[in-house]
């Protein structure tokens, strides 16, 4: 695929992820806000610590001269999927259509990652497979579930969960 192809997808993801800004209900705003800005700093962490172990590498990107893993990815896509997870989360549900919903989230964003991985250079596993990042999205939402729930818990009056 051409570079400039490999670019349009990034400029895609960022456009898609401002436009997931129009979905979310005005009263989950701030719900969606914490759980975007905590994705961030859970995949700041975890993709540092991936590309540095060599276990993916990400040839095209952006900031290339200044980390080495994807920034549209980590600070944008995942982090705007995880604030639109959080504003729809089916907390009135039974436990398995809970469950349900963080198979569904993880195994759409897995598809797109071996999608990508397969026909563009935006990733390439090194000594990493679909199971490793399967299992690696559904805990960081899980993560940001739990430090969310955590959190607009100990306000008073929260009616963002």
């Known amino acids: 695929m051409s570079l400039l192809a490999q670019y349009g997808i990034i400029v895609s993801a960022w ?9 979310i209900p005005r009263e ?9 800005l905590f994705k961030q700093y859970l995949t700041c962490i975890f993709g540092h ?9 990400y040839p095209v990107r952006e900031f290339a001269e200044v980390n080495r893993t ?3 990815y980590e600070y944008m896509a995942f982090p705007m999927t995880c604030a639109v997870f959080n504003a729809y989360y089916p907390s009135s549900r ?6 349900g919903y963080y198979v ?10 071996v999608l990508l991985q397969q026909y563009t250079d935006l990733i390439r596993y090194v000594h990493w497979n679909w ?26 009056g929260a009616r963002y969960i």
């Open 131 to 156: 199971f490793w990042s399967w299992a690696t999205i559904f805990l960081t939402f899980l993560m940001t579930r739990a430090f969310c729930v955590i959190y607009f818990g100990t306000m008073r």
């Open 70 to 72: 994807s920034f549209t």
């Open 49 to 57: 610590v991936v590309v540095e172990l060599q276990l993916l590498a």
């Open 15 to 23: 456009i898609l992820s401002l436009l997931m800004i129009l979905v």
């Open 94 to 99: 039974s436990g398995w259509v809970q469950f």
């Open 28 to 36: 989950k705003r701030r719900l969606a806000m914490v759980a975007f």
């Open 104 to 113: 569904l989230f993880t195994t759409v964003l897995i598809i797109g990652e």
